[in-house]
């Protein structure tokens, strides 16, 4: 069975510092997605990115980067001189669906929440 | 505008009294599924559906049913209500199976 540990539950940063979540993931397959949502206090899920098992070239988006190591099964994503509007609640999450006919199914960490103060 | 809309946004209701969350999507969809968020768990799957009349449970099914008579609408069904069903719901749309896209969400309340 696939899973995702996310063993940071709250990270508190100050303005323009520096910060990594992390991200842990089991699965048995070979071929997986592996993907980052943000979640504002408003409350809607926001796609940051989706990465596929074959491509571990990290990327780098603006102040956002992710680094992801099958070796160690992780998917980490930093921000970059985090802003106050940076706060929210983040989450990784694992698909297995495409290539076990499971139908759609996202298995996601438990989150992060980040708040950044200003 | 593509995008997938859930209502009502906000429910509060008693234990017992049946109620309907209802999911629709205007991107020709195959994939929609439902999903639970709560505090420290993430995001679970309840239901899913590959396509019109093909529905399966997730990983958190017991308490709710679904229907998928027509692409574009899922609706997740919930009986009879239990206060351990207070949660935020999402309904989600994938082309593939793989990316979601997701509605805004629902915060429902049982009493």
């Known amino acids: 069975a696939q899973k995702v540990t996310q063993a940071q539950t709250e990270i508190s940063v100050v303005e323009k510092e520096d910060v990594t979540l992390d991200c842990v993931y089991e699965?048995?397959?070979?071929?997986?997605?592996l993907f980052w949502y943000k979640q504002p206090p408003s409350g809607e899920l926001v796609f940051l990115i989706r990465r596929n098992s074959f491509d571990e070239q990290n990327e780098i988006s603006g102040r956002y980067s992710w680094n992801f190591q099958k070796s160690t099964s992780s998917f980490n994503f930093t921000i970059t001189a985090s802003q106050v509007v940076d706060s929210a609640v983040y989450f990784c999450?694992?698909?297995?669906?495409?290539?076990?006919?499971?139908?759609?199914?996202?298995?996601f960490g438990g989150g992060t929440r980040l708040m950044v103060k200003p | 505008e593509a995008q997938v809309t859930q209502n009502p946004r906000y429910l509060i209701t008693v234990t017992g009294k049946k109620l309907t969350v209802t999911c629709s999507q205007n991107?020709?969809?195959?994939?929609m599924s439902w999903y639970r968020q709560d505090p420290g768990l993430g995001l679970r799957q309840i239901y899913y559906?590959?396509?019109?009349?093909?529905?399966d449970k997730g990983d958190v099914p017991e308490g709710y049913k679904v229907s998928r008579k027509e692409k574009r609408n899922f609706p997740l069904i919930l009986e009879s209500p239990s206060p351990n069903q207070t949660s935020l719901y999402f309904c989600?749309?994938?082309?593939?199976?793989?990316?979601?896209?997701f509605g805004p969400g629902t915060r429902l309340t049982v009493t």
């Open positions: 699965t048995r397959d070979t071929t997986y997605y």
């Open positions: 559906s590959m396509n019109v009349e093909v529905t």
């Open positions: 991107m020709n969809h195959e994939y």
């Open positions: 999450a694992l698909s297995e669906a495409l290539f076990n006919n499971a139908g759609n199914m996202l298995t």
């Open positions: 989600a749309s994938s082309p593939t199976g793989v990316e979601q896209y």
